[in-house]
């Protein structure tokens, strides 16, 4: 399945672990040899259009999606603890 990146932009990304609604995606971190999306990156909370704030950005490694779907993506997030957050660690 071929999707834009401007598609997934636009998807809200949620925590199966519980629920909670983490933001929506607003970049992603790209392997320059490959070609592959290596993460995703919801904007830290205070953010306005991705362009004020001084919260750190949630850092969601491509191992811990666990499903796009149309309108939302699912990540497993177990070390989300709400603001501060940092890098959450791969597989």
């Keep these: 399945m071929l999707t834009k990146s401007?598609?997934?932009?636009?998807r809200e990304v949620v925590n199966v672990l519980?629920?909670?609604?983490l933001g929506m995606a607003s970049d992603f971190e790209?392997?320059?040899?490959?070609?592959?999306?290596?993460?995703?990156v919801v904007?830290?909370?205070g953010r306005f259009l991705w362009l004020f704030g001084r919260n750190d950005d949630l850092v969601i490694p491509w191992e811990r999606i666990r499903?796009?779907?149309?309108?939302v993506i699912l990540v497993e997030?177990?070390?989300y603890t709400e603001p501060?957050?940092?890098?959450?660690q791969g597989a």
């Design 30 to 40: 790209i392997d320059a040899e490959t070609g592959q999306i290596k993460a995703i």
């Design 67 to 71: 499903k796009i779907g149309v309108d």
């Design 43 to 45: 904007p830290g909370p």
């Design 77 to 79: 997030a177990p070390g």
């Design 84 to 88: 501060g957050r940092a890098a959450i």
């Design 18 to 21: 519980d629920g909670r609604r």
């Design 6 to 10: 401007s598609e997934l932009r636009a």
